[in-house]
C-alpha cells in the first residue's frame, strides 16, 4: 500500500488549502510518519547491541529532514563534499558519518578528514595509499561478486562497479592496519527497494561471514558490519510492505550466533534512505491540460525534473486525485509534465478517474530520490519542499529555484587563456 493512511487522512483534507496558499507543485514530507518509522526501525534492532540507522542523505538532503533524524540519534551517510558539509552542519561528530564515496578524488579525501572527520568507508583496495592521513577507524566496502545475485535497480554485483571484491578483502583490511589502522568495520550495499527480507537477512549472514573470515586470517575484531541500505517500499497498492519484523528478528539471532561463536559481536549499522523517507513525501501538482490525441494526456504542473524515478527506472508511482478518490476509473491517460522529453510520463496508460484542468493530481512516494534527483534540463527548476509538521502546521523548508538560480552560473570573472602560449 503506497503512503501510508495516517499521512493521507491527515493531508488529504487539507492539500487545496496547501495548495492554495504555497501554489503548486510542491513536495510534502510527513513528520509523524518519519519519527514513526524511525520509532519502529529502533524498537526493531532493539535486540542488537550498538544499532544505529545512518540516513542515507542522497536520498532526501533536506537539513530540517535531516535535522529530525539528528533528533532520533541517526547518523548520516554521505558520498559527496556537499553531503558532508550538510551532516556537519547539523552537529554530527566523526563517528556519526559514514562517508561511502567511490570514484574518491584527492579533495573528497582530503574533505573527508577535516572538521574532526568521519568514518572513512573505502571503495578499493587502490585508495588505501591515496587516503593522505590514515585514520585509526577504517571501513571497507565488500562486493561478494558472483557470491550474491543481485536485486533489480542495484544489478548483479559483479557488474557493480562498487567495493572491494571476495578475494581482495583479506589483504584490503592487511593493508589498511600496515598504514596504521587500529580499529574496524566492515560495509556491503548488495540490494536497492529489495520487499524480500530474506535477502536482506542474507546480507547480514554475509557480512557476518566475512568478518569471520578476516578475523581469522588477520586477528581482527570488527566494531561494525554495516549491511547498507536498499529496503524496500511497496510502491503498488498490490505489494506487500517489507516485513521488517521477520527481518529483524532473524539477523538478530545471526548477531547473537556470533557473539556466542565469539565472545562478541560487532555493532549492526544500517544506511536506509528510502525506508525511511520514501513512502512520507509526495509531489503534489494542479492538472493544468487535458489533451486527447492518440492517447488522452494529462498535463501537469510539474515534470520530471522534480521526480524522475518514472523515467529513469519506469518506476510505479501511485497517483490520486484530490475529490475523486473513490470515483471509477473510467478513463485511461498518460500522465505528463513539460520537457521536451517523451518519457517525462509521471504515469503511462494508468487507469484514473476522470480528470479535468485544476485538479490537485497527487503523486505518492516521493519522499525518497525524489526532489533530491532534480535536475534542470530545459530550464525546468526545482519545486519546493514542505513539512506537514506533527502539530497539524506546514512549514517551508525549501523554497522553488528561481531564474535567478539557474543563471546563477554565469556570475564569474571574466577568464581568457590561450593554450600554448603562455
Ligand atoms: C543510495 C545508497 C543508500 C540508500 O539506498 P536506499 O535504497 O535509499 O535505502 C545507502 N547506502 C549507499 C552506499 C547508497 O549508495
Redesign the pocket.
Same mark, same amino acid.
Given at each position: 500500500m503506497p503512503m501510508s493512511d495516517s499521512f493521507k487522512s491527515r493531508l488529504f483534507p487539507v492539500v487545496k488549502n496547501i495548495a492554495a496558499y504555497y501554489g503548486t507543485p510542491f513536495h510534502i514530507y510527513d513528520e509523524s510518519g518519519i519519527r514513526a518509522t524511525g520509532k519502529r526501525l529502533k524498537q526493531a534492532f532493539a535486540g542488537i547491541d550498538g544499532f544505529r540507522e545512518y540516513f =542515507?542523505v542522497? =536520498?532526501l538532503p533536506n537539513r530540517r529532514i535531516m535535522q529530525l533524524m539528528k533528533e532520533m540519534d541517526f547518523g548520516f551517510?554521505c +558520498?559527496s563534499i556537499p553531503e558532508l558539509i550538510l551532516s556537519r552542519q547539523l552537529g554530527a561528530s566523526r563517528e556519526e558519518i559514514m562517508f561511502?564515496s567511490n570514484n574518491t578524488s584527492h579533495e573528497e579525501f582530503l574533505f573527508a578528514e577535516r572538521d574532526g572527520g568521519c568514518i572513512l568507508n573505502l571503495d578499493d583496495i587502490s585508495l588505501i595509499d591515496k587516503v593522505p592521513n590514515f585514520p585509526e577507524l577504517i571501513c571497507f &566496502?565488500y562486493n561478494p561478486g558472483p557470491r550474491r545475485t543481485g536485486n533489480v535497480i542495484i544489478g548483479n554485483p559483479v557488474e557493480a562497479k562498487y567495493g572491494v571484491t571476495h578475494e581482495q578483502v583479506v589483504e584490503a583490511y592487511r593493508r589498511a592496519r600496515d598504514r596504521g589502522a587500529k580499529r574496524f568495520g566492515l560495509h556491503t550495499?548488495v =540490494?536497492?527497494?529489495e520487499l524480500d527480507y530474506t535477502y536482506i537477512v542474507e546480507t547480514a549472514r554475509m557480512v557476518l561471514e566475512v568478518a569471520d573470515l578476516v578475523e581469522k586470517e588477520l586477528g581482527i575484531r570488527f566494531e561494525f558490519v554495516n549491511i @547498507? @541500505? %536498499?529496503?524496500g517500499i511497496p510502491y503498488k497498492p498490490e505489494q506487500q510492505p517489507l516485513d521488517l519484523q521477520s527481518m529483524a528478528r532473524d539477523i538478530t539471532e545471526l548477531f547473537a550466533a556470533f557473539k556466542t561463536r565469539h565472545g562478541y559481536a560487532p555493532r549492526m549499522y544500517m544506511? +536506509? %534512505? &528510502?525506508?525511511m523517507t @520514501?513512502p512520507h513525501g509526495a509531489l503534489v501538482t494542479t492538472a493544468i491540460n487535458a489533451k486527447d490525441t492518440y492517447r488522452k494526456y494529462i498535463g501537469l504542473d510539474a515534470c520530471m525534473s522534480s521526480l524522475m524515478r518514472p523515467a529513469l527506472y519506469g518506476s510505479y508511482h501511485h497517483i490520486d486525485v484530490i475529490g475523486k478518490e473513490n470515483l471509477p476509473k473510467t478513463e485511461v491517460y498518460d500522465v505528463v509534465g513539460s520537457l521536451c522529453e517523451n518519457n517525462d510520463k509521471f504515469a503511462i496508460q494508468r487507469e484514473l478517474p476522470p480528470i479535468a484542468d485544476g485538479d490537485t493530481v497527487v503523486i505518492h512516494d516521493s519522499g =525518497?530520490?525524489g526532489h533530491a534527483m532534480g535536475f534542470q534540463y530545459n530550464g525546468r527548476l526545482r519545486p519546493k519542499e514542505l513539512l506537514l509538521r506533527e502539530d497539524g502546521t506546514v512549514e517551508l523548508i525549501r523554497r522553488a529555484e528561481t531564474v535567478e538560480d539557474y543563471f546563477a552560473t554565469y556570475q564569474f570573472s571574466p577568464d581568457l587563456f590561450r593554450p600554448g602560449q603562455n
Open positions: =542515507a542522497k =536520498a551517510d +558520498s561511502t &566496502r550495499m =540490494a536497492s527497494n @547498507g @541500505g %536498499g529496503f544506511e +536506509s %534512505g &528510502r525506508f @520514501g =525518497a530520490h
